[in-house]
């Protein structure tokens, strides 16, 4: 669906563009930098599970709340994708800003009915921001290069992510030493700089379907489940997203653990997370430059690979090797899949649908993490990483090629259903 059936008041979006005039494409990029640096700079990122403890919560505890987490974005992430294709992505962003600043400050009083609280809104917020965020980014590259919107995505969506690290960056080493001065200084901050990430948005569109276009939510439900059954290469996108976000995002929270388990000390293990966030920023930087040199039918497998591999070396009981496979593996490839599968996704999705579609993706990755997080816990208690990583690695392989599979066969099934309607 094009542009077209996107809400402009009085022939005028939001931020001041009339037709035939050149949109300020620079300015609402500028905006939209703004409000992701303002909303990674977690002041709390390395302290909120040490503050937890500190008032009583047990590792099992934290770890049953960090699953609620995933819970609550799993069950909001279609009716907030609906919530920004049908009222708006920038009132989304909005929300998810919002209650980004109320969870922070219920840490303020560690109570297990606002700690419970607070997670469940944290993961709501972050539903809300799903697929409104990339769904605006979209939209901003169409306008900055109408003729090849997809390039100019595969740049902005990795600026995104290095801005977000560095937000990342900074909010942490700021946030462990505000802590020695006041422990909940970093959840003030934290919270407060979620509000003022609200104050940029008002310099973006604000991109809803048509009225004439508008429909019930379970129609426009409808409509994005069909247009994503009837792309096959959607499909099998979505699968192959949800996939490798879990399984490093596992990996990424039981690393340190592994890494203390073969002898490291703190220093050291300090020095290979710095590491790993400078390989990461540099093959995110990479990106654009990669997916223009490699077509996406040999990205998508090689990158895939690339964490095969990265796991392969971690399951081996040599230390140099467990290094690599972490820092080079699979630090390239979720640099590089991130931003390149959600290019892909956006160039095969409906307008209208954008943000519900991305929504989607991002609770597969939401449904993942339920089922994988606990398993993964369970697991390490039990048996060795190296034997943790091969059972993964396995089942990564075995997940990979029946997504192929699948999408073989709905590619020969929409063949056949072309066939029969000629």
Not at 118 to 127: D, E, I, P, R
Not at 141 to 167: N, T, V
Not at 396 to 414: D, E, N, Y
Request: aromatic share 12%.
């Amino acid at each position: 669906m094009s542009d077209l059936l996107l809400d402009q008041p009085d022939a005028m979006d939001s931020a001041g563009s009339r037709p035939g005039e050149t949109p300020p494409w620079r300015r609402w990029s500028r905006a939209f930098d703004l409000h992701n640096f303002s909303t990674n700079t977690i002041f709390t990122n390395a302290i909120w599970m040490i503050y937890l403890v500190s008032h009583g919560y047990s590792p099992l505890d934290v770890g049953l709340l960090e699953m609620l987490f995933h819970v609550a974005k799993f069950i909001t992430e279609i009716p907030t994708g609906i919530f920004a294709d049908m009222l708006g992505r920038r009132k989304s962003l909005v929300v998810y800003c919002a209650l980004l600043s109320i969870e922070s400050l219920l840490f303020l009083l560690p109570t297990p009915p606002l700690i419970i609280l607070s997670f469940v809104l944290s993961g709501t917020a972050y539903a809300f921001r799903g697929g409104a965020s990339e769904a605006i980014l979209w939209h901003i590259a169409g306008k900055a290069e109408p003729g090849d919107q997809a390039r100019r995505y595969s740049r902005l969506i990795s600026r995104m992510y290095l801005i977000a690290m560095l937000g990342e960056i900074i909010g942490t080493t700021a946030g462990g030493y505000l802590s020695n001065l006041l422990m909940i200084l970093p959840f003030l901050l934290r919270g407060l700089f979620s509000l003022l990430a609200i104050f940029p948005l008002l310099f973006l569109p604000e991109q809803k379907v048509a009225a004439s276009e508008r429909t019930s939510a379970l129609r426009h439900l409808g409509k994005s489940i069909q247009a994503v059954w009837h792309a096959p290469a959607l499909v099998g996108l979505l699968l192959v997203s949800g996939l490798v976000d879990s399984c490093w995002q596992t990996i990424y929270y039981f690393y340190q653990l592994y890494l203390h388990g073969l002898g490291f000390s703190l220093v050291a293990i300090g020095i290979v997370v710095s590491v790993s966030t400078a390989m990461n920023f540099l093959f995110t930087a990479l990106t654009p430059y990669v997916m223009r040199w490699l077509k996406e039918r040999w990205l998508i497998p090689i990158f895939v690979g690339s964490q095969v591999l990265g796991l392969a070396l971690m399951s081996q009981p040599i230390a140099w090797l467990g290094l690599c496979g972490y820092l080079v593996c699979f630090q390239a490839s979720i640099a590089v899949l991130d931003p390149a599968i959600s290019t892909y996704i956006n160039q095969r999705t409906p307008e209208a649908q954008r943000a519900t579609v991305l929504s989607l993706q991002s609770g597969l990755f939401s449904a993942a993490m339920i089922v994988l997080f606990p398993l993964f816990g369970l697991g390490v208690t039990a048996i060795p990483y190296s034997v943790v990583y091969l059972w993964t690695l396995l089942a990564l392989v075995v997940s990979a090629l029946s997504i192929l599979l699948l999408v073989f066969w709905l590619r020969g099934r929409r063949h056949i259903d072309s066939g029969k309607e000629k």
